[in-house]
């Protein structure tokens, strides 16, 4: 992406970033058009790193809605199959059939263990 496309304060103007609040913003995220300093932007994706922590797993374009019940990757709506009224599974475990395996609570817990562990990260 080209910087002139992602950049657009210009010296004079005294913008917090909205994510950290303390540094100048500098930035603003393609996705939710938050004003960013240089630290909670990613330059190459034109994001801010709240956007990048939500990114579908799979398209790595759309925000994610939820996390597969079966692999446990971020998914966005496009890139998962719903299940029933609250559990998605993601379209790479749907067409391995793994749907029509019997989800245990272990392997449940197990998958949400992982989210959690790369909230955690962040």
């Given at each position: 992406?080209?910087?002139?496309?992602?950049?657009?304060?210009?010296?004079?103007?005294?913008?917090?970033?909205?994510?950290?609040?303390?540094?100048?913003?500098?930035?603003?995220?393609?996705?939710?058009?938050?004003n960013v300093c240089e630290d909670d932007f990613y330059k190459e994706e034109g994001i801010c790193k709240i956007c990048a922590i939500s990114?579908?797993?799979?398209?790595?374009?759309?925000?994610?809605?939820?996390?597969?019940?079966?692999?446990?990757?971020?998914?966005?709506t496009e890139d998962s199959i719903q299940l029933d009224n609250v559990r998605?599974?993601?379209?790479?475990?749907?067409?391995?059939?793994?749907?029509q395996d019997i989800i245990t609570n272990k392997e449940y817990i197990q998958g949400a263990i992982r989210l959690a562990k790369r909230i955690i990260k962040l």
């Amino acid at each position: 992406m080209d910087e002139i496309n992602i950049k657009f304060y210009n010296n004079e103007e005294n913008i917090l970033c909205d994510i950290c609040g303390k540094k100048k913003a500098s930035y603003k995220c393609k996705i939710c058009n938050r004003n960013v300093c240089e630290d909670d932007f990613y330059k190459e994706e034109g994001i801010c790193k709240i956007c990048a922590i939500s990114l579908c797993q799979i398209c790595k374009t759309r925000l994610s809605v939820t996390y597969c019940q079966y692999c446990g990757r971020l998914v966005c709506t496009e890139d998962s199959i719903q299940l029933d009224n609250v559990r998605r599974i993601c379209i790479d475990c749907y067409n391995k059939k793994k749907h029509q395996d019997i989800i245990t609570n272990k392997e449940y817990i197990q998958g949400a263990i992982r989210l959690a562990k790369r909230i955690i990260k962040l």
